[in-house]
Structure formats: C-alpha cells, structure tokens
C-alpha cells in the first residue's frame, strides 16, 4: 500500500510542477500577446476625449498639467539614475575577479530591476493623474499598456529572484560579497 500511495503523492507533485512549467511559460506569452493587440489597436485609433463638465475644469486641468509633468520627470529621474548607477557600479568591479564579479552583477541587475519598476510606477502614477482630468480612449490603452509592461517586469524580476536563491540560498537573497581569491 505504501507504494501506490508514494506513486499517487509523486504523480501529483509531478503534475503540479508540469502544470506549473506550463503557467510559468503561458502567462508571459499571453501578456505580451496582449501588450501587441493593444498597441495594434492604438496606431489606427483616433484620439477620443470628453467634453468638459463643469466650468472650473480648466483650471484643475491646469493644476493636474503640473502633477503629471512632475510625475514624468521623477520617471525620467528615477530610470536616469538607476542606469547611471548601474553602469558605475558595473565599472567599479570590472576588473574584479570572476567569482566577485559575479556577486555584484547580480546586486547590480536586481537593483535596476527594482527602480525600473519603480520608475514605471511614477509612469503610471502620471497616466492615472491625466486621466482623472481628461480621459481620451488613447489615454486608457497607454495606461493598459503600462501596467502590462509592469506586470511582465515584475514577473521576470521574481524569476530572476528566485533564480538567484535556488543557486545560492533561500530568504531575502543579497548576493554575498566574498571573494574567494582571499579565502584561500
């Protein structure tokens, strides 16, 4: 008896993990293919707004002009310093050797993984912001967009992750920063 349920309980986890590869590969296919059928329909549609509403309406589009343009340029900021940084750090340890190379590569992408999505927040922040005004339908499918972008860059950002703690541990993964030239 012990043998067929040890064979159940491994055909289910084998079932599990294959349903997993399954979703693991699906969902990026299926958000990219969404991320073209919106850009697809933006290029031949016509920008679309609403008439105003109420008289004060100019002026809170004024106000609301200055939050967004504030919101884009913290994008701006944000992904501008993260690659600065990035590209110095890199140059920092280029001549390092191998193994701590290595080590803060892997610092080095997983910190611009996590300003890029912050940097696609403000992004996004600053669509919500121009929507809340003066929403067109073109408006709408950018802000769609984005937030698709942002979805599929957190999903690879977790795979990068956890592909980081299955090679060196599991926990909050800080690669370490040995070298081992000076061990030995």
């Given amino acids: 008896m012990s043998d067929s349920s040890s064979q159940t309980s491994f055909d289910e986890g084998n079932s ?6 399954c979703l693991d590969f699906a969902l990026p296919v299926i958000l990219i293919a969404g991320l073209v059928g919106i850009l697809a329909i933006m290029r031949g549609e016509p920008v679309q707004g609403y008439q105003p509403i109420f008289p004060q309406e ?3 589009t004024g106000i609301v002009a200055y939050l967004v343009m504030g919101a884009e340029l913290a994008t701006a900021l944000v992904i501008g310093a993260a690659l600065v940084q990035a590209t110095i750090d890199y140059a920092k340890h280029l001549f390092d050797s191998i193994n701590r190379q290595i080590n803060y590569t892997e610092r080095i992408r997983l910190r611009l993984g996590h300003m890029l999505n912050l940097g696609l927040e403000f992004a996004i922040g600053s669509d919500i912001l121009r929507l809340a005004v003066a929403p067109s339908s073109q408006d709408i499918l950018i802000l769609f967009a984005k937030v698709l972008l942002r979805i599929l860059l957190n999903y690879f950002l977790d795979r990068e992750i956890k592909a980081s703690e299955e ?8 690669p370490p920063l040995i070298d081992f030239e000076e061990i030995d």
């Fill in 16 to 21: 599990k993990n294959n349903v997993q590869k």
């Fill in 58 to 60: 100019r002026w809170l």
């Fill in 167 to 174: 090679l060196c541990g599991p926990g909050n993964y800080v």
